[in-house]
T-cell receptor, first 113, second 116 residues
Framework: AQSVTQPDIHITVSEGASLELRCNYS??????LFWYVQSPGQGLQLLLK??????LVQGIKGFEAEFKRSQSSFNLRKPSVHWSDAAEYFC???????????FGKGTRLHILP | GAVVSQHPSRVICKSGTSVKIECRSL??????MFWYRQFPKQSLMLMAT?????????EQGVEKDKFLINHASLTLSTLTVTSAHPEDSSFYIC????????????FGDGTRLSIL
């Protein structure tokens, strides 16, 4: 069965510092991978997705993620965070284009001024 | 991009009443929509997959008689929480495949349901 693990419940970084949020997945083949962001009381916004091809994907708001098959990972990165990046980040996986999405438990990002 | 609109954003009602939540796809047709439930500080749990013109597919453990889903048109799915009780209080979020009819899903802004 598919699963997604986000090992960090909370991450705190200073504004302007770099960021990496970890995500590991369990799936037999190459899955469809996503990162979503959720601000308090809001729905989810898609940051980026990986379906195939180049393993380094660029997303919105300056985020990028790298798919590493050997490590079953899809970590999210940003070179310099802004206070507005404080939110909950969810990594998610789907088996194919028509499959339901399985979400990780999320990582809450806190930004220090 | 594809926009999904959810209404209402917040509802407070007495125990025993039924509450309807609407999920609309704006400017595109959505044959498949999804309903999620999210408890405070937790992840999203899929409740059901809503298919236009057919019965919804419920996840294991979700009471279909409690959470009625109707997907009567290509742009609208509704979730009705019947005879709601305090334990049904939660954040409900819908999503839809985009115009391509498959991944990624696009999410509404959610509905905060509070049952007194």
């Amino acid at each position: 069965a598919q699963s997604v693990t986000q090992p960090d419940i909370h991450i705190t970084v200073s504004e302007g510092a770099s960021l990496e949020l970890r995500c590991n997945y369990s799936y037999g083949a190459t899955p469809y991978l996503f990162w979503y962001v959720q601000s308090p009381g809001q729905g989810l916004q898609l940051l980026l997705k990986y379906f195939s091809g180049d393993t380094l994907v660029q997303g919105i708001k300056g985020f990028e993620a790298e798919f590493k098959r050997s490590q079953s990972s899809f970590n999210l990165r940003k070179p310099s965070v802004h206070w507005s990046d404080a939110a909950e980040y969810f990594c998610a996986v789907a088996g194919n284009r028509d499959d339901k999405i399985i979400f990780g438990k999320g990582t809450r990002l806190h930004i220090l001024p | 991009g594809a926009v999904v609109s959810q209404h209402p954003s917040r509802v407070i009602c007495k125990s025993g009443t039924s509450v309807k939540i609407e999920c609309r796809s704006l400017d595109f047709q959505a044959t498949t929509m999804f309903w999620y439930r999210q408890f405070p500080k937790q992840s999203l749990m899929l409740m059901a997959t809503s298919n236009e013109g057919s019965k919804a597919t419920y996840e294991q453990g979700v009471e279909k008689d409690k959470f009625l889903i109707n997907h009567a048109s290509l742009t609208l799915s509704t979730l009705t929480v019947t005879s709601a009780h305090p334990e049904d209080s939660s954040f409900y979020i819908c999503s839809a495949y985009g115009p391509e009819g498959n991944q990624p899903q696009h999410f509404g802004d959610g509905t905060r349901l509070s049952i007194l």
